[in-house]
């Protein structure tokens, strides 16, 4: 059996017409399916919950990056498959699998597909998918969040990028990784990635890697206001990697930042801590590949 969760309010409502489409699509294919809609935030989390139990083999997610973050913590440990099916703001994840940008193409290509085991990272015991940061980036996303009635994609994390810009202030935190001694740094940013891009497509974490059983840790010393517009584009490319007495970069099983009061963004959701615990869960979760 196959189950599609549906978050309508994604991608501003255009999520509600797109399962309308992709309903559609699935009966074409005379596979037996289950449609269940999310009410209110949390609830894909249980629903593909419930699907595993059900003995379903893959749970497609029609939604978000927070839409696949519930689902993925909804299926970690189980035997039920994860398929993404990009209709949010940002779809930085998807980017990671190299999905097809359109909904109803990703449908057929994850239904050609195979699973797979992949890493899942933990904050203060919680799963997350893509990446947590603090900094620069978790300013940005709440600012961006915001604007996210401007459209899709990068454009409302741009404006964050240009409200930050006006507002913000290096941050000083102990970072620890490993069993390494702690260090007590200025940065720009400080992000702990599982998959590749954040803020709607920005390719700030280009090493990464969802099944090699580690998290890339990046951290960017602090930077005039020009220096950092310089390094923007560099950023969305993903080429600031070779600054490397800027840009720092180590590859870790668990890491600890602490810094009072500290703004962390995870998968685009906002948490406010003093202390963040993060670390790897190799193999945790079976996603549906194309």
Do not use: W
């Amino acid at each position: 059996m196959l189950y599609l969760i549906v978050n309508p309010v994604a991608g501003h409502g255009r999520c509600a017409h797109i399962a309308e489409t992709l309903q559609a699509l699935l009966h074409q294919t005379g596979l037996p399916f289950v449609v269940r809609t999310t009410q209110e935030p949390g609830q894909a989390e249980r629903l593909a919950r419930e699907a595993a139990k059900d003995g379903a083999r893959l749970v497609l997610c029609a939604g978000g990056d927070g839409t696949a973050l519930e689902a993925a913590r909804g299926l970690c440990g189980t035997q039920a498959a994860l398929g993404l099916l990009p209709c949010g703001t940002g779809n930085d994840f998807a980017r990671t699998l190299g999905l097809p940008k359109s909904p109803s193409d990703a449908l057929g290509a994850l239904l050609s597909g195979t699973a797979r085991a992949v890493d899942v990272g933990h904050i203060n015991g919680h799963p997350f998918l893509n990446a947590c940061g603090a900094g620069f980036d978790a300013q940005t996303v709440h600012a961006a969040q915001r604007a996210k009635r401007l459209g899709r994609g990068m454009l409302p994390y741009l404006y964050g990028v240009v409200d930050t810009l006006l507002h913000y202030r290096p941050l000083r935190m102990t970072i620890q990784t490993d069993d390494a001694a702690p260090q007590d740094r200025e940065c720009l940013l400080c992000l702990v990635a599982n998959g590749q891009y954040i803020g709607g497509g920005m390719h700030v974490a280009p090493c990464a890697r969802i099944d090699d059983g580690l998290l890339d840790l990046i951290y960017i010393d602090p930077l005039p206001r020009h220096m950092i517009v310089r390094l923007l584009p560099k950023l969305i490319r993903g080429e600031h990697m070779a600054y490397t007495q800027l840009v720092h970069h180590l590859r870790v099983r668990s890491a600890r930042l602490e810094c009072p009061g500290m703004l962390m963004q995870c998968d685009g959701e906002l948490q406010t801590l003093d202390r963040a615990s993060v670390s790897a869960m190799p193999a945790r979760l079976l996603l549906q590949m194309p």
